[in-house]
């Protein structure tokens, strides 16, 4: 099996030598694999690269989709901007409240789902929009909130 | 579970040629359709002549700042004038609220962006192709890579380097410059230009960067020829057909490829179906929530960039979101506020402090506790934004927000007579929810090196 750091070598000979360009794909490789960013996971990521941990921490907290806290096995993003919203996200997300027992930006007390409110997800057209574990679930009503649930309870 | 529609409505199929619902994601099902013959017609060529090609066609950025694509090329310097690599950075972080479109292009015809990829490639005589996708779109980085290794296995890149690099949630990164500094490892922030990017872009070295519909219309344009190309639509300056991106209170929302120069109304009525069940048209988020909001007296518009113009109006990136009287204006803009606030990178005051101010006060309108004179000062503050920054991200709040006060200052108004929203919960956007949980840039976690 590849070990993380040959993966982040690999990852390096797509940009040109004496660049920080593998760093986004290496951390997100190093959230794949840990699940989020852990000190230890930036440590890792600073090895491979030859930076230090500081400047992959502030890399790191610029962007979304990059966690600096524990998150659940299972993530659930509802999109709650303005295309979404005008077609009921809000009741969508009040729903996933409602089923999981958390807030948005919060996780469920078995440390399995974490629910989060985003912007724009681009699929404007099919409001809802709810990512699931990073795949996009299209025209999500409040209806079909406990199954996808379900889904993920039942792995 | 809905699809997204996708379909050609009017006039010539360009970027969606070929395609009738089954996604050509296949290169036998894309050559079938004549995929890749403009790449074979195109590297026969002089590179300087693909270039007068896109010039002649007038095509024009269809990432929002619908700049001439073939002088953009023309900017880049040729390899024996610098001793630097070209690059092509293609922007594929759609993120501007109501865009949905290069998403499906990745989605059905991706080998058509590849096609425009290596034909760009050969016009500026570059090898080296950085396509930077927003980290969301799993399944279109699925489909575009399946595509792209199937492309290379048929010995199609002709020693061009295509990378796709994955985004990781930042709207700012669809800015040019912010793109570059993200590419190369860094938080996104944008740069000071000049230098622009043709000549000092990703790693200091020239750089094209287009939209990812805009290169995918390259080897339509050759198919027909500049000639044909700069005829459809609204020529001279919105030529070609456009991806529309309907969205909303609408029957038929969906992308729909039709030439530039059709209304509004148009698109709204005929194509999307109206405004379903009985509501009425109050406003259209035109272009994307960036720019000013459209009132119902102006749906006969053209969708052309001068007809736009001439009303205040921005074509952006093709959006037409629709919404109807049920909706609180006021709300809409609040939700527009927050989430520039919540995408502004920080790097300028006007921007990081502004956005946050537009939101306080338009907090303050929707609960009632605002006074008349709060209208003027969040013009000012909107004035005080526009024009002010290195990048366009603060105008794009405040052009939304001050068309909104503006046009529906009785609205506005009516929040303090009544004490709050008259609207109450009834409004389809009430209590929506903005993500501020995304905020990790303020708060050090425990166990983080300092």
Redesign the interface.
């Known amino acids: 099996m590849t070990t993380f750091y040959e993966e982040v070598q690999e990852i390096r000979t797509?940009?040109?030598e004496g660049?920080?360009?593998?760093?986004?794909?290496a951390?997100?490789l190093a959230q794949e694999r840990h699940g989020w960013l852990?000190?230890q996971a930036?440590?890792e990521v600073a090895d491979a690269l030859e930076l230090?941990?500081?400047y992959c921490?502030?890399?790191a907290?610029?962007?979304?989709?990059?966690?600096?806290?524990p998150v659940g096995t299972h993530t659930i993003e509802v999109c709650?901007?303005?295309?979404c919203?005008?077609?009921?996200?809000?009741a969508v997300?009040d729903a996933f409240e409602r089923e999981l027992g958390v807030g948005?930006?919060e996780t469920t007390e078995d440390g399995e789902i974490t629910l989060?409110?985003?912007?724009?997800?681009?699929?404007?057209?099919?409001?809802t929009i709810v990512?699931v574990d990073?795949?996009?679930?299209?025209?999500?009503t409040p209806e079909?909130v406990p199954a996808i649930v379900q889904e993920l309870r039942n792995g | 579970m809905a699809e997204t529609t996708v379909r050609v409505a009017e006039g010539p199929a360009l970027v969606l040629a070929g395609y009738d619902g089954e996604p050509l994601t296949s290169l036998a099902a894309y050559r079938a359709v004549g995929g890749y013959d403009q790449l074979e017609k195109a590297r026969a060529q002089d590179p300087q002549a693909v270039i007068q090609e896109l010039i002649a066609s007038n095509l024009r950025g269809r990432g929002g700042a619908f700049f001439p694509t073939g002088r953009k090329a023309s900017f880049i310097p040729t390899p024996d004038k610098i001793a630097k690599p070209i690059y092509i950075t293609v922007n594929a972080d759609e993120s501007e609220p109501g865009t949905f479109k290069d998403r499906e292009i990745m989605l059905k015809v991706p080998h058509r962006l590849i096609e425009g990829c290596l034909v760009a490639a050969h016009a500026i005589q570059s090898s080296d192709v950085y396509i930077y996708i927003r980290g969301e779109y799993a399944e279109e980085y699925r489909v575009l890579q399946a595509a792209l290794d199937e492309a290379r296995d048929a010995g199609l890149l002709g020693g061009v380097a295509i990378v796709i690099h994955r985004g990781a949630g930042a709207y700012i990164c669809g800015e040019e410059t912010a793109l570059l500094e993200s590419l190369e490892g860094k938080r996104g922030q944008p740069r000071s230009k000049p230098p622009f990017p043709a000549i000092s872009g990703v790693y200091a070295a020239p750089t094209l960067i287009n939209n990812v519909e805009s290169i995918t219309t390259i080897p339509p344009v050759l198919a027909i020829g500049p000639a044909e190309f700069a005829q459809i639509g609204a020529p001279p300056d919105s030529t070609g057909t456009r991806l529309f991106c309907l969205s909303g209170n609408v029957a038929r929302p969906g992308v729909y490829e039709a030439p530039h120069g059709i209304t509004v109304r148009h698109l709204i009525d005929d194509i999307g179906g109206g405004v379903p069940g009985g509501h009425t048209l109050k406003a259209v988020m035109m272009g994307g929530s960036s720019f000013p909001v459209m009132t119902p007296d102006d749906l006969d518009t053209a969708l052309d960039a001068d007809s736009l113009g001439k009303k205040g109006y921005f074509i952006g990136s093709g959006v037409v979101t629709v919404i109807d009287e049920r909706s609180c204006i006021v709300q809409f803009a609040l939700r527009v506020a927050q989430f520039y606030m919540h995408e502004s990178c920080g790097k300028c005051t006007p921007c990081r402090v502004g956005t946050r101010w537009l939101v306080q006060l338009l907090r303050a309108v929707e609960d009632g506790t605002a006074q008349e004179s709060d209208f003027d000062l969040t013009l000012d503050v909107c004035d005080r934004i526009i024009g002010k920054c290195l990048c366009v991200l603060g105008d794009s709040a405040a052009m939304p927000v001050a068309s909104c006060v503006t046009k529906f200052r009785d609205e506005f108004r009516a929040h303090l007579e009544h004490g709050g929203c008259p609207f109450g919960a009834d409004s389809q956007l009430a209590g929506l929810f903005a993500p501020v949980d995304q905020h990790a840039h303020t708060t050090v976690p425990e166990g983080v090196p300092a």
């Open positions: 797509r940009y040109p660049t920080r360009s593998a760093l986004l794909p951390l997100q852990s000190r930036l440590e230090t941990p500081a921490y502030s890399v907290s610029f962007y979304d989709m990059l966690r600096l806290e709650t901007n303005v295309c919203g005008l077609v009921n996200a809000q997300l948005p930006g989060r409110a985003v912007e724009c997800l681009g699929g404007c057209s099919t409001p990512a990073h795949r996009y679930r299209q025209s999500v079909n």
